[in-house]
């Protein structure tokens, strides 16, 4: 049985959780609206408890891994609707800078022309004001921060040998040794 499958979802209070045919879940809460249409093989239920539990038909190894991610993505709208989600990116390098302009983000990152970039629908860039080289993304849908932070990173990616580039606040760069001058 598949261990994260098999857990019950918590419905905090204020959230409100609908089943409609076709596994279509709907999840609102105090952030907002979140709507995802999941594997139809799957059956989704509430329990009497006011949790909502995923079941699934068989033991085909599909079904396995549908039975975990059905019921890690209704958790993930769940903690999105009432917490959100963050990601944290950090810019380094001499001269590297972001700016906010509207809901454009605009990159200096060493190349010939500024990197602009327009915030997609549901996310929300800020720029930290006590240290300049932060950059939070923020929203309730857990992909779509996670899709358009590594959008960012992909502008100018962090390099082994000074660790210039943007990184992401909690990755480690692996540091490379330059090469060795003539004695």
Known sequence: MSRIGKMPIAVPAGVTVEIAENNKVTVTGPKGTLERVLPAEMKISKNDAGEVVVERPNDLKKMKSLHGLTRTLIH???VGVTEGYV????????????????NKLVLSLGYSHPVEMIDPEGIEVTLDPKIANL????GIDKEKVGQYAAEIRDKRRPEPYKGKGI????????????KAGKK
Request: charged letters at 30%; aromatic letters at 8%; hydrophobic letters at 35%.
């Open 87 to 102: 990601k944290k990116l950090e810019i380094n390098g001499v001269g590297y800078r972001a700016q906010k302009q509207g």
């Open 76 to 78: 993930n709208m769940v």
């Open 135 to 138: 950059i939070y993304v923020s």
């Open 167 to 178: 990184k992401y606040v909690d990755e480690t760069i692996i540091r490379k040794v330059g």
